[in-house]
């Protein structure tokens, strides 16, 4: 089977503490130029970039697109949950937002939160601050993501702030995530003998890129047919031939 090239945990300018140069032409082009083959786009709270990105990935035959949105749970961890389809995530992105407080951005403070269509042209500007947590918890959270079908993942999990580990000191026995993201700064080998955890799961690791420069830094090989989301998934399940590495394995 193939191999194919991805970086699941990417920002846009739609994220506010994301770098102005992240658009959705540059982001592809800069993925691309370093052999990415799949991007997952996961905004934080928010979903409203993704059309402009369908878009250029249905002319652009040599990208695929990951339908993505980083979650702050009400526990104030983050966690990356992916769908199938544009429609499906844009579907769970109205209740997310639901869940957020009515808080208003601070542009000068926090950074703005663009909305961009395929030819990164500004359509419209978030005015709810996204930089905040749902009132939905962890758990209801992801019963919502496998109720539509979707893939959860938390993030950075060893990070100070917003790590899974560092707020709950566990991964919870009730939930099945799909796998677990490190941060790119830590040895994944030598944080699962530390923390037990971690033992038995998948443990990848994605640039979490507010930058263009940060685009690809870390990546996760998958050998699958095509690069598509039910493949990916099956990929973290061992099913069917399909598998999935991390390079430094």
Excluded at 44 to 70: P, T, V
């Amino acid at each position: 089977m193939p191999l194919y090239k991805g970086d699941l945990h990417i920002h846009t300018v739609l994220s506010p503490c994301s770098d102005l140069s992240m658009g959705p032409k540059d982001i592809i082009s800069v993925a691309k130029d370093r052999g990415i083959d799949i991007i997952g786009i996961t905004d934080h709270n928010s979903a409203k970039n993704l059309q402009a990105f369908d878009e250029i990935a249905k002319l652009d035959k040599d990208i695929s697109i990951l339908f993505g949105i980083e979650v702050e749970t009400f526990e104030e961890i983050h966690v990356l949950c992916f769908f199938e389809t544009l429609e499906t995530i844009l579907d769970f992105d109205a209740i997310i937002y639901a869940s957020l407080q009515n808080i208003s951005n601070k542009p000068d403070f926090f950074g703005e939160q663009i909305i961009v269509n395929q030819k990164e042209e500004i359509i419209g500007y978030e005015e709810t601050l996204l930089l905040q947590r749902s009132n939905l918890t962890l758990n209801q959270i992801a019963a919502k993501v496998i109720q539509f079908g979707g893939m959860i993942v938390p993030a950075h999990v060893d990070r100070k702030s917003n790590g899974l580990l560092t707020n709950l000191g566990f991964i919870p026995e009730d939930i099945k995530f799909d796998a677990i993201e490190i941060s790119a700064k830590s040895e994944i080998k030598e944080l699962a003998l530390s923390n037990p955890t971690l033992k038995g799961q998948n443990l990848i690791t994605s640039s979490d890129a507010h930058s263009l420069n940060e685009v690809g830094k870390v990546s996760i090989y998958f050998d699958v047919p095509k690069p598509t989301f039910g493949n990916i998934k099956l990929a973290f399940l061992n099913q069917l031939g399909r598998r999935w590495w991390i390079p430094s394995e």
